[in-house]
């Protein structure tokens, strides 16, 4: 269904300005046919001999006056809150951008934000552990005539051999230690 509410405020407006019209002309030929003096008096305040087209129309402008003043008034409150929140939401986006920068340099991620903060490197000394190598990936399967995968025997790999000694610990100057199992490490 489609939203109603935008037709609705341009009918509104459309109407205002119709009436405003109308009101308009109303009051031309009212003033153009009522110029007789007449005497207006209210508590204590008289007027005396002003025209009577001015009775029903300076109020009335003074109302249309007064309320197009408040409505100037209030849009330029609108507006001046309007900037405020904006400048703010640049702010926001901004810290959003530094922390995104710092979380990804953090993370060691690529750079996404485009602010470029400066890198560091981690260096350390690690001797390498002789190993036994790394078995290959078995190869993929041969098809026989009949379209089928031929079956090759299966091989199992053995484990490598656990050797006796603890895992690799980091010394304070960054080189690697193995200690043999049984020994415990000297306290320092």
């Given at each position: ?39 207006v ?91 036994e ?11 026989n005539?009949?379209?089928k995968?031929?079956?090759k ?16 610990a ?19």
């Open positions: 269904m489609p939203d109603l509410s935008h037709l609705w405020q341009r009918f509104l407006l459309a109407s205002a300005l119709i009436f405003g019209l109308l009101l308009g002309v109303a009051t031309t030929v009212f003033g153009y046919s009522n110029t007789a003096p007449v005497n008096g209210w508590s204590i305040f008289h007027l005396d001999g002003i025209p009577l087209w001015t009775v029903p129309v300076v109020p009335m402008a003074v109302v249309l006056v007064a309320g197009t003043l408040y409505h100037w008034f209030n849009s330029l409150h609108h507006f001046t809150e309007h900037m405020r929140h904006r400048r703010r939401v640049h702010e926001l986006e901004t810290e959003l951008t530094k922390l995104h920068a710092h979380m990804d340099q953090l993370l060691e991620m690529p750079e996404q934000s485009g602010v470029r903060l400066p890198a560091t490197t981690v260096t350390a000394d690690i001797t390498p552990i002789e190993s190598p790394v078995p290959a990936l078995p190869q993929p399967a041969v098809l005539g009949d379209g995968a031929e079956k025997p299966r091989k199992r790999v053995a484990p490598p051999a656990l050797a006796d000694t603890e895992p690799v980091l010394a304070a100057d960054g080189t690697a230690e193995v200690e043999p199992r049984g020994e415990l490490p000297a306290e320092a």
